[in-house]
Antibody, heavy 119, light 107 residues
Framework: VQLVESGGGLVQPGGSLRLSCGAS????????MNWVRQAPGKGLEWVSS???????YYADSVQGRFTISRDNAKNSLYLQMDSLRVEDTAVYYC??????????????WGRGTLVTVSS | YVLTQPPSVSVAPGQTARITCGGN??????VHWYQQKPGQAPVLVVY???ARPSGIPERFSASNSGNTATLTISGVEAGDEADYYC???????????FGTGTTVTVL
């Protein structure tokens, strides 16, 4: 299993970025996929999830500004981030969500891509 | 839903480290634990309260009851120095919730 994020960088407040996550080594289409972020020196924060059935979920902190999507033909997960704020600065991880005993855990993670929102 | 962990735990090599994760009736939920070393992505070390993924040493064990889940690291080694996070799923309003994180320092 391999997950590789890309698309991070420096952007001004109010700007946009699109993150990508390329997946390999497993059947991408049958898994729920998540974005999780970590601000510098801070803990892990769930951002968004997309189920294998294309249901989308968002944390309140990004609802209405971020959009998750996937392309199963390209084995890829995306995160469109609009109206970015300074507090969105973080390393963004792509993670596979696997069901265990009726719950979901993140069993594989990418190495992350850094998003910096600053003027 | 809030998961509260102690900010830090210090332990001598060979001793036992216990990391708690407090949440309202967490014993009724399935808890997962992650290890994150500096500059690296998190790694799943325990899932579904007590199970270990392939490749995780038996030194890592966990329990969950009442309002507290606990990750126990027996025979702590220098390589266990890391941040540890608990996580649950299916809470409101957030789909996934992570604990506040605990830094384990090996003395």
């Amino acid at each position: 299993v391999q997950l590789v994020e890309s698309g991070g960088g420096l952007v001004q407040p109010g700007g946009s970025l699109r993150l990508s996550c390329g997946a390999s080594g497993f059947t991408f289409s049958i898994y729920n996929m998540n974005w999780v972020r970590q601000a510098p020196g801070k803990g892990l924060e769930w951002v968004s999830s997309m189920s294998r059935d294309n249901d989308m979920y968002y944390a309140d902190s990004v609802q209405g500004r971020f959009t998750i999507s996937r392309d199963n033909a390209k084995n890829s997960l995306y995160l469109q981030m609009d109206s970015l704020r300074v507090e969105d600065t973080a390393v963004y991880y792509c993670a596979r969500a696997k069901t265990f005993g009726g719950s979901y855990a993140h069993d594989f993670w990418g190495r992350g891509t850094l998003v910096t929102v600053s003027s | 839903y809030v998961l509260t962990q102690p900010p830090s735990v210090s332990v001598a090599p060979g001793q036992t480290a216990r990391i708690t994760c407090g949440g309202n009736n967490i014993g009724g939920k399935s808890v997962h634990w992650y290890q994150q070393k500096p500059g690296q992505a998190p790694v799943l070390v325990v899932y579904d309260d007590t199970a270990r993924p392939s490749g995780i040493p038996e030194r890592f064990s966990a329990s969950n009851s009442g309002n507290t889940a606990t990750l126990t690291i027996s025979g702590v080694e220098a390589g266990d120095e890391a941040d540890y996070y608990c996580q649950v799923w299916g809470t409101s309003p957030d789909h996934f919730v992570f604990g506040t994180g605990t830094t384990v320092t090996v003395l």
